[in-house]
């Protein structure tokens, strides 16, 4: 990007017409002869133009061309600053402070600008770019110059002006630079509603609120029918968790005014601080009355699902869908709710319609999850290294993914595989290294899990899970007990009340011989979840103590609701 920028920075600059010169003779002779007449004119006053130039400047020139090409930003900011200084031409100067600031070298950029706006006759766009250059360097008076000058020379309404002027004061301003260069723009437009919008944003992004407020009051005060306003006030209260006061500013602005933007940011602000039937009804009531504003029926579509009505969800989706409204987003929801009703060849048809934008990629990993389970493990596996591939910035996001998928299959070999290579690729992400020790503890590579555990509490010493793992494994796998207790411990004291925890500790009583203590806590975990490997271990607690009937009884309604669970099949194979 950077070469092509520097070259069109040095043809547009000094050489526009060689923009039309074509070296390739194939080219130039496919021309109607009027067109390569006109090409050798070209050719000609390009020729003019070369020999015009100072052998210094052009130097200057080339050598900055040259710099970009082999991308370096510095010598060739260098470069065109010289130029600009040599010829004081502004074209060259407006360059220059281009490439300067894109080096992010303002004090470079500073240097030219003056000379660019000698011109009269400059853009907006060049007067907006000294201006950034100005206000970087924390030159008031010069800044102030440059905004009159906008201002003066703007075509839009001033108030916009103003707003535009103040957003780019705010971005690139030192804070104590922006406040004094507002104050001024205010003394200066002291009746204009828009100037005080500006401040109002601006002090807001400073977290300077009770100055914000003021000045969007003062908005509101000049000019009542402005909506934006309202809006900036509630922003603002919402920003300092105000958000009570935030809803009825917007719920009093938009019954005065009654306009569908105010009701629809007064509903969204609503569903935000999940008032689910009260933005129900606002949306609604905005759908029912502009029934061309898909925006209130899209959002409508998105209350109805926090409400658990996905079949009026869903009849709003798919009229979006027919009217060519929120094609991708409302699939990504219609996949979302059919994947849900268990429709998933529908689903799967949903989900392919969604384009390539934030939805994506969840799209296509649910598309994954619903291969996996229909059977086809590799096809779900094929989709997720493709999102690994497109997506590098999530590579251990998809790495879990495939991973989950392969632990439900029970293909742990290649479960420790994938993730050994994840490991190599991410060798400081916790979650692949503590995943990688559960498919080493279940392809018994002891040795592995313990390492890849105790390199997660090295960096995380208070890490939950990955104490009651190691716990767990040293219990259930070796009869280092002592050790075990000693993890499980602390993971007690830091989550005393976790199930998956209780029932750590339970059966580590139970591998110690400590079978009544065992079931008292196993009983606790069970009676918190009752889940299919805790069932399971309560049930061997209650068998060694000779209530088999009672055992398996546990089993038995524990198996009604996982029918698949390995451990209770195991278990209940061992000991029937």
């Known amino acids: 990007m950077l070469l092509r920028m520097l070259w069109v920075v040095f043809v547009v600059s000094v050489l526009p017409a060689c923009a039309h010169v074509q070296k390739d003779e194939t080219v130039t002779q496919s021309l109607p002869v009027d067109a390569a007449q006109n090409n050798q004119q070209v050719t000609e006053e390009t020729s003019n ?24 930003v510095n010598m060739a900011s260098a470069f065109y600053v010289n130029a600009a200084k040599r010829s004081q031409n502004t074209d060259i100067a407006l360059r220059a402070a281009q490439i300067s600031l894109y080096n992010k070298d303002i004090a470079a950029a500073r240097s030219v600008v003056d000379i660019l706006v000698t011109d009269k006759g400059l853009s907006i766009q060049a007067r907006r770019l000294a201006l950034t250059v100005y206000l970087r360097s924390s030159d008031v008076e010069k800044s102030l110059a440059q905004i009159r000058t906008l201002l003066e020379k703007s075509d839009i309404p001033r108030r916009n002006a103003l707003l535009a002027i103040g957003d780019v004061i705010s971005r690139n301003a ?3 630079v922006a ?7 205010v003394n200066e437009n002291i009746k204009e509603a828009g100037v005080y919008l500006a401040r109002a944003q601006m002090m807001s ?5 009770d100055q914000a407020e003021k000045d969007a009051n003062k908005t509101i005060e000049l000019d009542s029918s402005w909506q934006t306003g309202y809006v900036q006030l509630a922003q603002i209260f919402e920003r300092k968790g105000e958000t009570k006061a935030a809803l009825v500013v917007l719920k009093d602005a938009s019954e005065k005014l009654e306009t569908k933007q105010l009701i629809m940011v007064y509903a969204q602000l609503l569903a935000k601080d999940k008032q689910y039937l009260e933005a129900k ?11 061309k504003y898909p925006d209130a029926r899209f959002a409508l579509g998105l209350v109805y699902l926090k409400l658990d009505d996905a079949n009026n969800a869903k ?37 392919d319609k969604v384009e390539r934008s934030e939805n994506y990629a969840s799209a296509q990993a649910t598309i994954a999850i619903i ?31 495939e991973a989950e998928i392969l632990m439900d299959a029970e293909q742990y070999e290649v479960l420790y595989t994938l993730l050994t290579e994840a490991v190599i690729d991410n060798p400081d992400d916790l979650s692949l290294r ?26 995380q010493p208070k890490d939950v899970n990955a104490l009651n793992a190691l716990g767990y494994t040293l219990a259930s796998k070796t009869f280092r007990f002592k050790e075990a207790r000693q993890y499980l411990t602390q993971a007690l004291s830091i989550r005393p009340n976790d199930a998956a925890i209780i029932d750590s500790m339970g059966w580590l009583n139970y591998r110690e011989g400590q079978y009544e203590q065992a079931l008292v806590l196993l009983e606790k975990a069970y009676k918190k979840t009752p889940e299919g490997e805790i069932a399971a271990h309560l049930g061997e607690a209650l068998w060694v103590l000779g209530r088999q009937m009672e055992a398996k009884a546990v089993w038995q309604h524990a198996l009604e609701k996982d029918k698949s669970n390995r451990y209770l099949i195991e278990v209940m194979n061992r000991l029937k």
């Open 281 to 291: 009804e606002q949306f609604l009531s905005l759908a029912q009355r502009q029934q």
């Open 371 to 401: 291969k996996a389970h229909s059977g086809d493990v590799e096809g779900a596996r094929s989709v997720i290294q493709r999102l690994r591939n497109e997506f590098s910035e999530a590579t251990s996001r998809f790495y879990l993914l």
């Open 315 to 351: 009849a709003i989706f798919e009229k979006l869908y027919e009217e060519d409204a929120y094609r991708s987003k409302v699939a990504f929801y219609l996949g979302r709710i059919t994947h849900h009703q268990q429709q998933d060849t529908e689903a799967l048809g949903w989900f």
């Open 174 to 176: 030192h804070k104590d």
């Open 434 to 459: 503590y995943a990688r020790s559960i498919a080493a503890t279940e392809t018994d590579q002891l040795a592995e899990a313990e390492k890849d555990l105790l390199f997660v509490l090295a960096k």
């Open 179 to 185: 406040i004094s260069i507002m104050r001024v723009l």
């Open 205 to 209: 992004s400073f977290s300077l609120f």
């Open 49 to 72: 133009k070369l020999s015009s130039l100072s052998p210094e400047l052009l130097y200057s020139l080339l050598g900055g061309e040259i710099a970009g090409q082999r991308g370096d």
